[in-house]
């Protein structure tokens, strides 16, 4: 390994350690994320400059620096750093100082680059804007580097060129350019570009603290200094223009450009209105939400007591969901976004949104509102932290914190605080991100610690809250002597708790803090939805709380796109999903070695297809969890009628109670492939572990013969052979056999479509019928009839008595349908660890190991051969033996079921059928059941006759 | 001397816009306000009510109806002893929601927790029968049911909205007007206790006089 190679080796060790502490964020993420830049702008290249922002503005108009005998050529500050070239964006960071120049210049505002002669420079590109300002970059290091940099600007600026058509429309729309048209080139008769409705229904704010003219004029200034919009630089004054507030016609502009919203809008023009007017007419959850909520936003707010503005919430909010339908829409979204619209279009309302959502309060509003529960944790930790008093106080005073905080967090403070001031809030938030909530709540907490620690519990706590936030207009020292302090607001004094004291919560530490908290919130509120959705499945019968539990997990395990804890994703079940999902659990739909054989693999898939249209209970091709309990409910009914029942429906596509031949095919078909498993001998059903536990009984007796005299003597012979094909090939025979007698029955019972009962009502009608009327109906018949004699089978339908019956008089098939179904649907076991390959070894293994059946069985031999004194003294003999043996580790599914109790089950749905009251007795169950198993259905037609009697 | 005042916590759950804070802002401060904003979270109010001589201090806690905001319900109801279960005799699905809510409150309340079922905004049917998605039977069923008081009300025209909260205040027990001020009801509901130290100062005082 070479010393380069194994540095790389440390170092990506390190990388990894340093992960498991912090989230890992990509070079490119960081990148976007810190410059709100859209996902798109990965960086392609990077280079060391020195740049310098030469305003065409400021150099007109300055007119001391002309006389300063520089020979008009401007003056401006140079910058050393780093600048990254994207795919449309040029950005360039001040490597000293970030703070000090942050330049994002979007390349379509580029018109011309040249090279410039340089002297201290070895390379130098003058680049001249749309506004005329000019960039002076100076290139430091490797020649070539710098070389390869400027042909990839070449590259993009070519590339760019289309959208430096779309530019001057976008112009049009920022407030920044009008300022600057109106006063820098005198254009006194433009229009100011359409903003939010505060346009004309005004902006809340106290006339005299908003001092909105000075302050549009100080943007103006650095607009004029640093350039605007999509080609602005950032310095430490567009930092404090921020903070003493945004004057209100401005303010849509800065939170787009601050948020990136404003390149999100540049990029996708057009999408606002092509998403509404794509979904126009659509309805939806959300939207039904929505509509509750749209009168409800900002009411005092007189635009909101209009049409026009529920309408403009209404779009931004409906295209939102539509654009992001894991979110939708959360009560909340309401409010920030009519804040939005006071101050922006809903265009630029709808992109602000769209970051605000899912960049800076990521999971806030999502279905299950992990992220605000996760910040609340976070926070939490803080208070603990910073305010650790307060934090015990309100620990032993049993107060919630979140009672209060989080809707703070939620509504980022508008149904807090007083509009004029979550605006100044806002302004903060949309610069410094997340973090700004997070240092205002502690600000709050820590304003009014002194108030809090009087309060007895969560009432007392949130009326001083209340009450501090009506008041912060009023002077925070309204008993101070000097006038200035008297001057200061609670809310100034806010801002300055929070920005300065709180500037020590940075976003690493509150990225940490979510990482930390993260795994707990997410589980925690996995087991809820699971509790509330378990809670609210139907009502069943045949699945229990425990299986419904399974069934919960098994369906989210198969639905990979669905997450849970962030109610992300739909939580339906696709048909290809459902297939995985039956397999998981389902003897005859596990993955098995048939399934290479495409004739095979298209029936069982036809087959899965009805069981899937039969639960779709919407028909939109979509199964709902609760579509799923109720199908699987009918599938484990242990009532051997419903079973039947239930299969038959499947088949009855046309629901007429018939099914016609072809459907009858089709059944037969489905049955041969649902007992599959059984006749390719993978699993045993219950006669043939019967017969072998018979065998087995039979040996015993066989050998000791009378030497039995009580139960302790029983020793199972060690390492009997099973002939394992014996009973494979019995029992795969005894399938095919069902199978075979299954159609043949079906053809034999089938119903003729009673031809003779409409020539009888032919006959009697006809009376009065006038003959042309008779002949028709004749010719039908005749037409019939040659059709049926034609091909006998043709005319000929399937009831479910017919059905029934046609089931019942075979041994296995109603086994199957009492019990083997059933009994293949493994719910209650631990589903992942169940293998797939289970042979008949390891079940003959089982059931040789559950020496207690066997005994038993050795005991009704011995009874039965014997009956001779020492009978008396076997009762307690099985539980003995049964002890005596260990039961195999392996145990499998078959030795895992109670017998006795499926026993008891079938007996109870045999005995409904066949009347067996002369089997009541001395018997024991095990005995009852072998007797009604026994009898074999001698005569169709007398089963036929006790079936009709029971279903009158 | 006045007897002491019981504290009863009360929660309001039920789905969005069904009018759980008309309800609250109707019995604590009289008003009705067509459109209210969403409750974000949960909101907090208090009321004092005279029932046979007594004193009940309902501390209420009006929650977010929203589906989503359903995972913070627990934090609200959490040593509640009483809970109104709102729908909206003109949303069927309201209704389902409300069945829900009860589910929930019983296996997840406190166990004596006394609940309110309220089908609100009859006043919209008022004029209009055919209005009403929720017959009255299938409340006063379900509440039967399930062991609930049942209320039909408007916010908007104060119908039965008292009603419905003097009701639960009669089905509270009362602290005890022998005992002494620190025995309380619930000894271990940390709220119960400190509402009970703050009424023996207020005792105290009274009897200095």
């Not at chain 1, 199957?816 to 076991?829: G, V």
């Amino acid at each position: 390994m070479s010393f380069f190679s194994s540095l790389r080796e440390k170092t990506k060790i390190l990388d990894r350690i340093t992960e498991s502490f912090t989230p890992s964020l990509t070079r490119d993420e960081k990148f976007k994320l810190q410059y709100k830049l859209p996902s798109e702008e990965a960086i392609l290249d990077d280079a060391n400059a020195d740049i310098s922002f030469i305003s065409a503005n400021n150099a007109v108009y300055d007119e001391s620096k002309k006389q300063n005998g520089l020979k008009g050529e401007p003056v401006a500050y140079i910058f050393s750093g780093k600048l990254y070239l994207t795919s449309h964006y040029l950005v360039f960071k001040d490597a000293f100082d970030e703070s000090s120049c942050v330049l994002i210049l979007n390349i379509s505002t580029i018109k011309r680059v040249e090279r410039s002669p340089s002297a201290s420079y070895s390379f130098a590109l003058m680049v001249t804007l749309y506004s005329s300002s000019q960039l002076l970059i100076q290139f430091i290091g490797l020649r070539y580097k710098s070389e390869q940099f400027c042909e990839l600007l070449k590259q993009k600026l070519r590339e760019n060129i289309p959208n430096a058509k779309k530019l001057d429309k976008f112009l049009a729309t920022c407030y920044s350019e009008f300022l600057i048209s109106k006063n820098v080139l005198r254009r006194k008769d433009i229009l100011a570009p359409r903003a939010g409705l505060g346009q004309h229904y005004k902006y809340p704010a106290h006339p005299e603290m908003a001092k909105e003219k000075a302050k549009l004029r100080l943007w103006f200034e650095y607009f004029k200094e640093n350039g605007e919009n999509l080609a602005i630089m950032k310095n430490p004054k567009f930092t404090k223009l921020v903070r003493i507030g945004v004057p209100s016609r401005m303010r849509g502009e800065i939170w787009e450009l601050c948020s990136g919203a404003l390149y999100l809008r540049y990029a996708f023009q057009g999408e606002y209105e092509r998403i509404l007017e794509e979904n126009k007419g659509k309805t939806s959850q959300a939207i039904d939400e929505i509509e509750k909520d749209l009168k409800r936003s900002l009411p005092e707010y007189s635009a909101y007591q209009t049409e026009e503005g529920i309408q403009r919430l209404r779009n931004v909010l409906t295209a939102y969901s539509w654009k992001n339908p894991d979110v939708g829409y959360c009560q909340a979204m309401n409010i920030v976004c009519a804040a939005l619209l006071i101050y922006m279009t809903e265009e630029q309302a709808f992109w602000c949104l769209s970051n605000l959502c899912d960049v800076y309060v990521p999971g806030y509003y999502s279905k299950t509102m992990y992220g605000t529960l996760l910040d609340q944790k976070v926070f939490e930790a803080f208070v603990e932290e910073k305010l650790p008093v307060l934090n015990d106080y309100i620990v032993k005073h049993d107060i919630q914190l979140s009672v209060v905080s989080l809707p703070w967090f939620l509504s980022l403070f508008y149904t807090s605080m007083p509009l004029e001031y979550a605006v100044r809030i806002m302004d903060i938030f949309f610069m410094n991100g997340a973090k700004t909530l997070f240092q205002v709540a502690l600000a709050v907490l820590k304003l009014n610690a002194d108030d809090i620690l009087q309060a007895d519990d969560d009432g007392m706590f949130i009326a001083i809250i209340k009450n501090y936030f009506r008041t912060l207009g009023e002077s925070a020292h309204p008993d101070s002597p000097d006038i200035r302090y008297r001057q200061i607001t609670k809310f100034q004094e806010l801002l300055v708790t929070a920005f300065k004291e709180f500037s020590v919560i940075t976003d690493s530490m509150i990225a940490q803090g979510r990482h930390r908290y993260q795994k707990g919130i997410l589980e925690n509120i996995e087991t809820f939805v699971k509790k509330t959705q378990v809670r609210h499945m139907p009502k069943t019968f045949y699945l229990s709380t425990d299986d419904l539990s399974n069934l919960y997990d098994i369906y989210y395990d198969s639905i990979e796109t669905h997450k849970i804890s962030m109610g992300t994703g739909s939580s339906n079940m696709t048909f290809e999903v459902f297939v995985q999902f039956l397999g998981k659990f389902c003897d005859w739909c596990k993955p098995c070695q048939m399934d290479k054989d495409p004739a095979f693999k298209k029936q069982k898939e036809d087959f899965l297809r009805k069981i899937f249209n039969n639960w779709d209970s919407s028909s939109l091709g979509e199964l709902t969890i609760n579509d799923v309990v109720l199908g699987l409910e009918k599938l484990l009914t242990t009532d051997l009628l419903e079973s039947m029942n239930y299969f038959f429906t499947l088949y009855d596509s046309d629901s007429d109670g018939e099914l016609q031949r072809e459907e009858v095919l089709e059944m037969s078909e489905g049955l041969i492939l649902l007992t599959e498993p059984w006749r390719s001998g993978r699993l045993v059903d219950f006669l043939t572990k019967k017969s072998i536990e018979d065998d087995i009984a039979e040996k015993i007796v066989k050998e000791n013969g009378d030497v039995i005299q009580s139960m302790e003597e029983i020793e199972l012979p060690t390492g009997v052979v099973i002939e394992e094909e014996k009973y494979k090939s019995e029992q795969s025979e005894r399938y095919l056999k069902a199978a075979s007698s299954f159609l043949q029955r079906s053809f034999e019972y089938a119903k003729s479509l009673d031809l003779s009962e409409e020539v009888n009502l032919i006959d009697l009608s006809d009376n009065e019928d006038d003959s042309e009327a008779k002949e028709s109906k004749r010719k039908k018949f005749q037409s019939l009839k040659h059709n049926a004699a034609l091909d006998p089978t043709h005319s000929k339908v399937i009831d479910l008595a017919t059905f029934r019956m046609i089931i019942l008089a075979d041994e296995t098939y109603e086994l199957f349908f009492a019990q083997t179904l059933r009994l293949s649907i493994h719910l209650n076991e631990g589903f992942a660890t169940s293998s797939t390959n289970k042979v008949l070894k390891s079940m003959l293994d089982g059931i040789i190991a559950d020496g207690k059946r066997v005994a038993e069985q050795v005991r009704r031999r011995v009874d039965s051969v014997a009956t001779r004194g020492s009978v008396n003294s076997l009762d307690s003999g099985p539980q003995t033996l049964g002890g005596s043996i260990t039961r195999s580790e392996d145990i499998d599914d078959f030795t895992s079921e109670h017998l006795e109790e499926h026993a008891d089950l079938l007996q109870d749905s045999l005995l409904d059928i066949y009347d067996t009251s002369d089997h009541e007795g001395g018997q024991t169950s095990q005995q009852r059941k072998l007797e009604t198993l026994k009898p074999r259905p001698v005569s169709e037609g007398n089963k036929k006759e006790d079936l009709i009697e029971f279903e009158a | 001397m006045s007897n002491p005042i019981t504290s009863i916590k009360l929660v309001l759950l039920g789905e969005a816009a069904v009018g759980k804070s008309s309800i609250v802002l109707r019995f604590v401060s009289n008003d009705f306000s067509e459109n209210k904003e969403p409750t974000i979270g949960a909101a907090f109010l208090t009321q004092r009510v005279n029932i046979n001589n007594n004193t009940i201090k309902f501390e209420i806690w009006d929650t977010a109806g929203q589906e989503r905001f359903a995972s913070l319900a627990p934090m609200y109801y959490r040593n509640a002893q009483a809970a109104l279960v709102v729908y909206d005799i003109t949303k069927p699905q309201s209704f389902i929601k409300a069945r829900h809510w009860v589910k929930e409150l019983h296996e997840q309340a406190s166990k004596d927790i006394i609940i309110a079922l309220v089908g609100n905004k009859v006043d919209i049917i008022e004029n209009d029968e055919s209005e009403r998605k929720v017959a009255r039977e299938e409340g006063e069923r379900l509440a039967e049911e399930e062991g609930l008081i049942f209320f039909e009300t408007s916010a908007k025209t104060a119908e039965n909205v008292n009603d419905v909260f003097l009701n639960i205040g009669e089905k509270i027990p009362l602290k005890n007007d022998n005992s002494s001020p620190n025995d309380t009801t619930i000894t271990e509901d940390q709220r119960i206790n400190l509402a009970a130290s703050a009424n023996a100062t207020s005792e105290a005082s009274s009897c200095s006089c």
